[in-house]
């Protein structure tokens, strides 16, 4: 089996090299005037030698020292060119950010001190198991650091660039894993892995056309890079679990060595109990929170990246997940500046005070802030993000101003965050206690102010639309409601002048009938109406009419007046309306008409078909009316000439028909009559015979 894992060694190896070869020839020769293919075609070309090495090894060719010395100088070549693409967008003299120049010089030790292992053996023979277990721990941190640059390249890299530069961080992050992998074991249990060594070559090669791709998509390596507290902190939490693992592997093989017969089991159960520790650590928020405050109080000049921190802070406004609502999206994007892991928020409600309107993980603090109190005064006066713990600790500061009893028996609260928008106090939000103790300070403060106002600005929008929405709804109901008075009124009208008629007329056979068709029409009408009340005003459904019958209708709801319309309409014109709303727009010009005109006058009702609409014209040689009443005063809305009357309408009528893609035009001239023309568009779909169902 060693005799097979040695040739499926030397062949894996062998492809890899022919791969590294062939792709540093390519690398060569289009690059053969640019400096920054320097460092790519060294490290493939010191690829190709390492893997040339590895594969003559398993005919144990070349000194074992000699390929050490080709897998340090292959690592030390990549590692320069991704410090290299890191550098590149640099401002030229700016030193390297202090945690690249650490890693810098943590590689430049391990190079170093491996060359020297490589050589240790010939000078002190006995010392060949220390350089052994020395050179699989350096090797491993050498994989940690590529690890850990090759996240750094990819993560400062801009979205829009990456795509030039994600293979080549593809290859070389999973030939760092492997040799991780790799060598993890090997210190752990005393001695490589022969099948995982002998897979080794085959991951090389595999990895080398992911390189050609990105060397050919990006020939000047300069996608913009930069340092960002997010890459500060991936950078330090990837370090701290790389030196982590580690010690732990250090101290397994402690145990594993010492421990006797218990010293396998030991071992297990401590690298088991070891990554469960890892695992708790990576996932606790108290200690990337305070990971974060440490980088920034000795990494950054400033705490705060502030366009990271103002994108992050628009976006969790505007961006919320279903169902959140903006109050608790306003007091999480708050909190998470800070660190901390709950809030409430407070809003003004008219007269009531401030009252909570919403809460992130903080439930159980409740309280209600008159409009009048001294807190609030000072608060809008000051407009201070308060620090109760500075109040309790330096009251002078505050003018030895009291919190609130509610907010002073919250233990956890932090701070209190004014919502100004312009200069009044819409609310203001309280913290608890940060994760990552930060301190309250200028920097803090400032930050918190200019977001707060970015929030307030939202929940006042939000208020006004909720308000305007409300509004609506009563505009809507209103307008039903008036509509509807103004169907009763007319209706009481006409009964009122039945009556008026009765005294002289009531033996009339004539005028009884016409009185019980009066009676009857009103009677229908009146259930439509609390047929419309009983829909809420909502929108009725629109069908196909015939015309005709709707203007009949019409003529026959105005039998109270002694004055007779006279109709001309053909049978077979159709239009889509709302039966009713129709007959009511066409009554009411037909009754203003009839009160307008004398009895020796005239009314008609004409309709027709022209440019492919319908056409309805209501004449009457009544009083008319002059151009500047037309103008401004006939569909104005509650502007009325009648003494009862509330002047909507003609309103209602023009809105009816052009809701039905319809229009209203008027021709009149005082003491000469008026003319209504009415257009609507033709129904040319339907069927003969009556109104469709």
Same mark, same amino acid.
């Given at each position: 089996?060693?005799?097979? !894992?040695l !040739?499926?060694?030397?062949l894996?190896?062998g492809l890899a ?7 540093s ?7 053969r005037?640019?400096?920054?293919g ?8 010191l690829?190709a030698?390492?893997a040339a090495?590895?594969?003559l090894?398993?005919f144990?060719t ?9 897998e340090?100088?292959r690592?030390g =070549? ?11 967008r640099?401002?030229?003299?700016t030193p390297?950010?202090?945690p ?10 391990l ?6 292992l490589?050589v240790?053996?010939?000078w002190a023979?006995a010392?060949?198991?220390f350089?052994?277990?020395?050179t699989?721990?350096?090797l491993?941190?050498?994989?940690t650091i590529?690890?850990v640059l ?6 400062s890299t801009?979205?829009e660039d990456?795509?030039a530069? *994600?293979?080549?961080c593809?290859?070389?992050?999973g ?6 992998? !790799? ?9 490589l892995?022969l099948?995982?060594w002998?897979a ?8 080398? +056309?992911l390189?050609a ?7 000047e ?6 340092l960002s507290?997010?890459m500060a902190?991936?950078t330090a939490?990837?370090l701290g679990?790389?030196i982590y ?5 250090g101290?397994?093989?402690?145990l ?11 071992q ?6 070891a990554?469960?520790v890892?695992a708790?650590?990576?996932f ?5 929170a ?5 980088l ?11 366009r ?9 406004l505007?961006e919320?997940?279903p169902?959140?609502a903006l109050?608790?999206?306003a ?14 928020v ?16 903080? =439930?159980?603090?409740q309280?209600?802030e ?9 608060l809008?006066?000051k ?5 109760l713990d ?15 009893r509610?907010l002073?028996?919250?233990g956890? =609260?932090?701070?209190v965050?004014?919502l100004m928008?312009?200069e009044?106090?819409?609310?203001f939000?309280v913290? *608890?206690h940060?994760?990552? *103790?930060?301190t309250?300070?200028?920097e803090?403060s ?5 977001? =707060?106002r970015q929030?307030?600005?939202?929940l006042a ?14 505009e809507?109901f ?5 509509f509807?008075i103004h169907d009763? *009124?007319?209706?009481v009208a006409q ?11 009531k ?5 009884q ?5 009066t ?8 259930n439509?109406v ?9 929108d009725t459904?629109v069908?196909s009419?015939v015309?005709?019958?709707v203007?009949?209708?019409?003529i ?11 109709l ?21 010009l037909?009754?203003?008409a ?9 009314v008609s009702?004409?309709?027709f078909e022209e ?6 014209e ?6 008319g009316m002059?151009?500047?009443?037309i103008?401004h005063?006939?569909?104005?809305p ?13 309103y209602e009528?023009?809105?009816?028909l052009?809701?039905?893609g319809g229009n209203?035009?008027?021709e009149?001239? +005082? ?7 009415l257009?609507? +568009?033709l129904?040319?779909n339907? +069927? ?6």
């Amino acid at each position: 089996m060693a005799v097979t !894992l040695l !040739l499926l060694s030397a062949l894996g190896h062998g492809l890899a090299a022919l791969a590294f070869l062939a792709l540093s020839g390519l690398i060569v020769a289009s690059w053969r005037r640019r400096s920054q293919g320097r460092l790519l075609g060294l490290a493939t070309a010191l690829t190709a030698v390492w893997a040339a090495s590895a594969a003559l090894a398993a005919f144990a060719t070349p000194l074992p020292r000699l390929q050490l010395v080709f897998e340090v100088a292959r690592d030390g =070549a990549w590692l320069a060119l991704l410090l290299y693409i890191l550098r590149l967008r640099l401002a030229s003299g700016t030193p390297f950010p202090v945690p690249l120049r650490l890693i810098q010089a943590l590689a430049t030790a391990l190079v170093a001190g491996l060359l020297l292992l490589s050589v240790l053996p010939f000078w002190a023979p006995a010392s060949r198991a220390f350089a052994l277990w020395t050179t699989n721990l350096f090797l491993l941190m050498l994989a940690t650091i590529g690890l850990v640059l090759t996240e750094q390249v990819y993560r400062s890299t801009r979205p829009e660039d990456r795509w030039a530069i *994600k293979f080549l961080c593809l290859g070389l992050g999973g030939l760092y894993v492997y040799d991780f992998y !790799l060598y993890a074991n090997a210190m752990l249990f005393g001695g490589l892995d022969l099948r995982v060594w002998a897979a080794r070559g085959y991951v090389a090669a595999l990895i080398t +056309p992911l390189i050609a791709i990105s060397a050919a998509r990006n020939p000047e390596w300069s996608a913009p890079v930069g340092l960002s507290r997010s890459m500060a902190f991936h950078t330090a939490s990837l370090l701290g679990a790389g030196i982590y693992l580690l010690f732990m592997a250090g101290a397994g093989y402690y145990l594993r060595l010492f421990g006797g017969e218990w010293g396998d089991v030991v071992q297990t159960v401590f690298i088991f109990a070891a990554a469960m520790v890892l695992a708790l650590l990576i996932f606790s928020g108290t200690l990337r929170a305070r990971l974060r405050v440490f980088l920034a109080k000795h990494f950054f000049s400033y705490r705060y990246d502030y366009r990271e921190e103002w994108l992050k802070f628009t976006r969790a406004l505007t961006e919320g997940r279903p169902g959140e609502a903006l109050c608790d999206r306003a007091v999480e994007a708050l909190a998470r500046l800070v660190e901390s892991p709950g809030g409430a928020v407070w809003l003004r409600e008219g007269n009531a005070g401030y009252q909570r309107a919403s809460h992130w993980n903080w =439930a159980d603090l409740q309280g209600v802030e008159p409009t009048d109190s001294a807190f609030l005064q000072w608060l809008t006066s000051k407009q201070w993000v308060v620090d109760l713990d500075e109040m309790k600790t330096r009251p002078d500061l505050y003018g030895d101003l009291d919190a609130p009893r509610w907010l002073r028996e919250a233990g956890d =609260a932090w701070l209190v965050i004014p919502l100004m928008l312009h200069e009044e106090l819409l609310g203001f939000v309280v913290l *608890k206690h940060s994760l990552g *103790k930060v301190t309250f300070n200028w920097e803090v403060s400032d930050l918190l102010k200019v977001t =707060a106002r970015q929030a307030a600005a939202h929940l006042a929008q939000m208020r006004a639309s909720n308000e305007l929405i409300v509004a609506r709804q009563f505009e809507s109901f209103n307008r039903t409601t008036t509509f509807v008075i103004h169907d009763l *009124k007319n209706l009481v009208a006409q009964l009122s002048l039945l009556l008026a008629n009765a005294e002289k007329h009531k033996h009339n056979p004539e005028f009884q009938a016409d009185m019980l068709e009066t009676v009857e029409s009103a009677v229908t009408r009146m259930n439509k109406v609390l047929a419309q009340l009983r829909r809420g005003g909502g929108d009725t459904e629109v069908q196909s009419v015939v015309l005709a019958d709707v203007l009949r209708e019409a003529i026959a709801s105005k039998q109270a007046f002694k004055l007779r319309p006279e109709l001309s309409a053909p049978p077979g014109l159709r239009v889509r309306a709302e039966r009713h709303r129709l007959e009511r727009a066409v009554g009411h010009l037909l009754q203003n008409a009839l009160e307008a005109t004398p009895q020796t006058g005239s009314v008609s009702l004409r309709a027709f078909e022209e440019g492919g609409q319908a056409v309805v014209e209501i004449a009457d040689t009544g009083s008319g009316m002059d151009e500047d009443f037309i103008r401004h005063r006939l569909f104005q809305p509650f502007d009325s000439t009648k003494g009862a009357g509330m002047g909507i309408g003609a309103y209602e009528c023009r809105e009816t028909l052009r809701a039905l893609g319809g229009n209203i035009e008027v021709e009149s001239s +005082p003491g000469q009559g008026t003319r209504f023309r009415l257009t609507l +568009p033709l129904d040319n779909n339907a +069927p003969s015979g009556g109104d469709a169902a």
